[in-house]
């Protein structure tokens, strides 16, 4: 089973999105979060194999979530999810310690497919993204 943890401020996508995830039977969704703060405290509680959390949060930003969500869950792996899009926003999502990076009007099955990815320890970004 891969456990995950949901972060998304806007609630009728957080639950669409943690329903969807909830259908696949490989896939448990332990929490949602709506803000930053939430995250890395469940984060930190449940250690989810998978963190999805948006870009844009209320409070502080889904990289720097990203950052303190793995000083405390290592071994969590984090899937940037945003409707914005562009090659920096997956370099500073790399530079953050995130696995990998879907855009939200993606299909469903693109996110699953990231899902399943990320916590087999692959990088799942829609075009090569390098720091060098």
Same mark, same amino acid.
């Given at each position: 089973?891969?456990?995950?943890?949901?972060? &998304?401020?806007?609630?009728?996508?957080?639950?669409?999105?943690?329903?969807?995830?909830?259908?696949?039977?490989?896939?448990?969704?332990?929490?949602?979060?709506?803000?930053? &703060?939430?995250?890395?405290?469940?984060?930190? &509680?449940?250690?989810?194999?998978?963190?999805?959390?948006?870009?844009?949060?209320?409070?502080?930003?889904?990289?720097?979530?990203? /950052?303190?969500?793995?000083?405390?869950?290592?071994?969590?792996?984090?899937?940037?999810?945003?409707?914005?899009?562009?090659?920096?926003?997956?370099?500073?999502?790399? /530079?953050?310690?995130?696995?990998?990076?879907?855009?939200?009007?993606?299909?469903?099955?693109?996110?699953? &497919?990231?899902?399943?990815?990320?916590?087999?320890?692959? /990088?799942?970004?829609?075009?090569?993204?390098?720091?060098?």
């Amino acid at each position: 089973m891969i456990t995950i943890l949901v972060v &998304e401020d806007h609630p009728a996508y957080g639950a669409a999105l943690t329903s969807f995830l909830s259908a696949e039977k490989d896939l448990v969704v332990l929490a949602l979060a709506g803000n930053g &703060e939430t995250a890395i405290a469940l984060a930190a &509680e449940w250690q989810p194999a998978v963190v999805l959390i948006d870009l844009v949060l209320p409070g502080m930003s889904g990289l720097d979530a990203t /950052r303190r969500i793995l000083s405390v869950a290592p071994d969590s792996h984090v899937l940037v999810l945003s409707l914005q899009s562009g090659h920096h926003l997956m370099v500073e999502s790399l /530079r953050a310690g995130a696995a990998g990076f879907v855009s939200k009007d993606r299909a469903a099955d693109n996110i699953v &497919e990231a899902v399943r990815a990320v916590q087999r320890g692959h /990088r799942f970004f829609p075009t090569p993204v390098d720091l060098s």
